[in-house]
């Protein structure tokens, strides 16, 4: 059955009325006569069959029937406008609101920062820190770069990066106090960015699980846990791609070749009506690029990590080396 909608002329002009209390403000505005403005609320009304206004002078009033109408032809009329602004504006200007992993955006995306600027100078962009899946629906966020295991429904989704797990330590903290094997671990404190599940899986890779643990502190997120490995009070677990510059610039060092899977992986989600806006996918694009080049310098070496998943790898412990 078809919805029953009025004219669009005739709610134009009971809007822009409305907003200026005024059918003469409300002529200019549209650029017709007051004529033709009292003619469309006129017709209006008729077709509701209720009052919209009270007129007095040159001034009007919204009836309660009128109050009642407003918000909704006013929500109708700003959908329509901002649909038209995301259609019809420059694909590569705008502002562009990001809700990403903090540990990706503060050691991933941020020093990547540049590139982007570089490519799209008249881009503007809100970065948040966050992995809330209710930033998804979030009306005031465009995309979402976020860890999980991409069961999020409703939405347009895919698959950025995977990740593996390592132990990662200050270069002074294991010169002071060296791992030559995974039992030295025990003397040292864990760092935790999540519930301790990620460190149960690599110990158990490492056959380990019977390792003392004491000391150990729950940081809540792996930013804050590499942070706190950076600055030397514990060891942590590093992954492949917020790690590896850390590891490159001799911040970090990877006692153990050994890497395991993380539990998630990384996903580009964003609403599905999202998906199709061209500064969108332009940020979508550059993501997946700056990946892919990643990747190419990933032949590179970095000390400690070997870039393949072994179900039974060999537990070797890699010398320790001085801070430049």
Not at 258 to 268: E, I, R
Request: charged share 25%; with cysteine; aromatic share 6%.
């Amino acid at each position: 059955m078809a919805k029953r909608l009025p004219p669009l002329n005739p709610l134009r002009a009971f809007e822009a009325a409305a907003r200026h209390a005024s059918l003469t403000k409300a002529a200019g505005e549209l650029n017709v006569t007051h004529g033709a403005v009292s003619h469309q609320i006129k017709a209006l009304e008729q077709s509701l069959g209720v009052k919209l206004f009270e007129r007095s002078g040159q001034r009007v009033k919204l009836t309660p029937h009128g109050a009642e109408f407003l918000p909704a032809v006013s929500a109708a009329f700003d959908g329509i406008a901002a649909a038209t602004q995301r259609m019809t504006r420059p694909a590569s200007a705008g502002a562009l609101s990001v809700s990403c992993v903090p540990a990706l955006l503060l050691l991933w995306m941020t020093p990547r920062l540049g590139s982007f600027t570089a490519q799209y100078p008249d881009i503007q962009l809100t970065l948040i820190p966050s992995n809330d899946p209710k930033d998804i629906r979030a009306a005031d966020i465009d995309v979402c770069v976020h860890y999980g295991d991409g069961s999020w429904s409703d939405c347009w989704i895919r698959k950025w990066s995977g990740l593996e797990l390592f132990p990662v330590v200050s270069p002074t903290l294991i010169n002071n106090r060296p791992i030559r094997s995974v039992r030295d671990l025990a003397d040292h404190v864990f760092l935790h960015g999540d519930d301790g599940r990620e460190w149960h899986t690599w110990l158990a890779a490492a056959d380990a699980l019977d390792l003392e643990r004491g000391r150990r502190h729950r940081l809540g997120d792996a930013r804050m846990a590499t942070e706190a490995a950076v600055h030397g009070h514990g060891v942590a677990l590093g992954d492949s791609v917020t790690a590896r510059a850390l590891l490159a610039r001799g911040m970090l060092v990877a006692p153990f070749t050994l890497s395991v899977p993380a539990v998630d992986d990384f996903y580009v989600v964003c609403r599905n009506e999202m998906r199709s806006a061209p500064i969108v996918q332009l940020f979508i694009d550059w993501l997946f690029a700056e990946k892919e080049q990643d990747e190419a310098r990933a032949d590179a070496p970095v000390a400690g990590r070997v870039p393949s998943r072994r179900k039974r790898p060999s537990l070797k412990v890699i010398g320790a080396r001085t801070a430049s």
